[in-house]
C-alpha cells in the first residue's frame, strides 16, 4: 500500500492484550526483514499483546513465507499471522515470479482458513527502496501489517469498531 494513500486519520490500535500473533520471518535481506520485525513487534507491545502471545519462526526466503504461516496456524491458534519478507527487483524477472506467488499463496491461505494472514512483503525495485520502507523515509511496513493484524484480529473475535448502523 502506498503511504500516501494511507487513511489520513491513524488508526487506534485495539486492545491487543487477549491475542495470539504468528509472525514469519524471511531471513533474506535480513537487516530489512529484522528492522520490519522490530517495527510489527513494537507496534504489537504498544497495543497490548503479551510477548508471549508472539509466536516469531523465521524461515530462508520469501518464497516460503505461505509455508511458514501454515506452520504457525498448526502449532497454536493465532489471531493473525504477519508475514514479513523483502523482495528486491534484480536483472531478470525472477523478483516477479516469487512476488506473485507469495502473494497468492498468502491470499489462498487465509481465505481458506478464516484467520488474518498479512503480506508484510516489500517488492521494491532497489534496496534504497527498501530500506526507506523498513523503518526509513516511508516509515515502517512491518509495523503497518501489525496495525492491520490488529484490526482484523478484533475483527475476527466479533469486535466490529467501525460497524455503523443504517436506517432508522
Same mark, same amino acid.
Given at each position: 500500500m502506498a503511504s500516501k494513500h494511507a487513511p489520513s486519520n491513524p488508526p487506534v490500535l485495539p486492545d491487543g492484550k487477549p491475542f495470539?500473533? #504468528?509472525?514469519?520471518?524471511?531471513?533474506? &535481506?535480513?537487516d530489512i526483514t529484522n528492522a520490519l520485525l522490530e517495527g510489527a513487534k513494537s507496534t504489537l507491545l504498544s497495543a497490548g499483546v503479551l510477548l508471549e502471545h508472539i509466536e516469531v519462526l523465521f524461515? %530462508?526466503? +520469501?518464497? =516460503? @513465507?505461505?509455508?511458514?504461516?501454515?506452520? @504457525?496456524?498448526?502449532?497454536?491458534?493465532?489471531?493473525?499471522?504477519?508475514?514479513l519478507g523483502c523482495i528486491v527487483q534484480g536483472e531478470t524477472k525472477h523478483d =516477479?515470479?516469487?512476488?506473485?506467488?507469495?502473494? &497468492?499463496?498468502?491470499?489462498? $491461505?487465509?481465505?481458506?482458513?478464516?484467520? %488474518?494472514? $498479512?503480506? #508484510?512483503? $516489500?517488492?521494491?525495485? +532497489?534496496? =534504497?527502496?527498501? /530500506?526507506? /520502507?523498513?523503518?526509513?523515509?516511508?516509515? &515502517?511496513?512491518g509495523s503497518e501489517a501489525a496495525t492491520a493484524a490488529l484490526q482484523l484480529a478484533?475483527?475476527? +473475535? #466479533?469486535?466490529? %469498531?467501525d460497524k455503523k448502523k443504517i436506517g432508522f
Amino acid at each position: 500500500m502506498a503511504s500516501k494513500h494511507a487513511p489520513s486519520n491513524p488508526p487506534v490500535l485495539p486492545d491487543g492484550k487477549p491475542f495470539k500473533i #504468528g509472525i514469519v520471518v524471511s531471513r533474506w &535481506n535480513e537487516d530489512i526483514t529484522n528492522a520490519l520485525l522490530e517495527g510489527a513487534k513494537s507496534t504489537l507491545l504498544s497495543a497490548g499483546v503479551l510477548l508471549e502471545h508472539i509466536e516469531v519462526l523465521f524461515i %530462508p526466503g +520469501s518464497f =516460503e @513465507l505461505p509455508w511458514g504461516a501454515r506452520q @504457525l496456524m498448526k502449532a497454536d491458534k493465532k489471531d493473525a499471522i504477519i508475514c514479513l519478507g523483502c523482495i528486491v527487483q534484480g536483472e531478470t524477472k525472477h523478483d =516477479e515470479y516469487i512476488a506473485t506467488a507469495v502473494a &497468492n499463496g498468502i491470499m489462498q $491461505l487465509s481465505i481458506a482458513s478464516g484467520i %488474518p494472514i $498479512l503480506f #508484510g512483503v $516489500l517488492t521494491t525495485t +532497489s534496496y =534504497e527502496q527498501a /530500506r526507506d /520502507r523498513a523503518g526509513g523515509t516511508y516509515g &515502517n511496513k512491518g509495523s503497518e501489517a501489525a496495525t492491520a493484524a490488529l484490526q482484523l484480529a478484533q475483527i475476527k +473475535s #466479533g469486535d466490529k %469498531p467501525d460497524k455503523k448502523k443504517i436506517g432508522f
